[in-house]
């Protein structure tokens, strides 16, 4: 894993010094070839005018379900609806409207769960993305992933909330003996497992450049594939394209967990496109 500069003072712009980029997006999410039900919830919204383009950007949700068949993909649901929702109506500083849409989803999966018996226990991971041409900011809670594939290189952009993590961090596990420990799915956090929790955003915005390619991802993809196998197909034609092949190649190697699969790409001298979300049906 490479690692980044992301905090530049700069960003590119056009010759008449305006931005005039467009984000291409895409979301796909699959059961896989073992499991018979799907807890991944994946979704995309974008603004229909420029300004909110320029201002609120591009959201993008990633959310991976636990609590059995049911309960995971409630809870996953809950926090997608939530989330794009809240993020949506907020004019909240970006990193702020991130926070507290988390937060509101926390709150949200957690008063589902005391009301139906059934649901008890449940919770999900949820790795969200606000992306404009000039910015973007990432919050997460879990093990969902957002990566950033920048000139051919891959930078992961958060870390996992769970105990192999802890011990990495901590220099008792080496990253590679975290990637195959036993114990690697015990999360530390999820949403809608306490009443109130602490939500990790960056404090400082990734200054975007044209070209970048953002990666959002649930441990179904990550789990199955190296840092290479990921890099290749992400950076495929197209985020449509990019998207299927990462599906695709982690099917390939088992496919034991559910995949979801998010790309954003920076590009420039487009219009925006109209709203579009995306979930698992």
């Known amino acids: 894993m490479a690692h980044l500069k992301i905090f530049e003072t700069n960003p590119p712009v056009s010759a008449d010094g305006e931005h005039k980029a467009h984000i291409a997006s895409a979301a796909l999410t699959d059961p896989g070839l073992v499991r018979q039900a799907n807890e991944d919830t994946v979704a995309i919204v974008t ?16 959310a991976d379900g636990m609590g059995g068949a049911t309960g995971g993909s409630r809870a996953s649901r809950t926090a997608v609806d939530v989330v794009t929702q809240s993020y949506v109506e907020d004019s909240s500083h970006l990193p702020r409207a991130l926070q507290k849409a988390l937060s509101a989803a926390n709150f949200a999966i957690f008063k589902l769960a005391q009301r139906e018996p059934g649901l008890e226990g449940m919770g999900t991971t949820c790795v969200a993305l606000a992306l404009t041409p000039e910015q973007a900011w990432v919050a997460w809670v879990g093990d969902s992933r957002a990566y950033l594939i920048r000139d051919h290189q891959l930078f992961q952009l958060t870390e ?15 990253a590679e003996q975290a990637a195959y420990h036993q114990n690697r799915h015990i999360l530390t956090k999820a949403l809608g497992t306490k009443r109130e929790i602490e939500i990790s955003v960056w404090e400082q915005p990734i200054t975007v450049r044209i070209g970048d390619r953002f ?7 990550y789990d199955m594939l190296t840092d290479d196998d990921i890099l290749t197909s992400a950076m495929a034609a197209s985020v449509e394209e990019a998207t299927a092949a990462l599906i695709q190649k982690a099917n390939d190697a088992g496919g034991y967990d559910n995949i979801s699969s998010v790309i954003l790409e920076v590009s420039e001298l487009r219009k925006c496109s109209s709203l579009r979300t995306a979930k698992d049906d």
């Open 47 to 62: 603004p229909e005018r420029e300004d909110l383009l320029l201002s609120r950007g591009v959201l993008a949700v990633v």
């Open 215 to 221: 990666l959002l991802c649930s441990d179904g993809l």
């Open 160 to 174: 996992d909330h769970s105990w192999v993590s802890d011990l990495v961090r901590e220099g008792v596990l080496t």
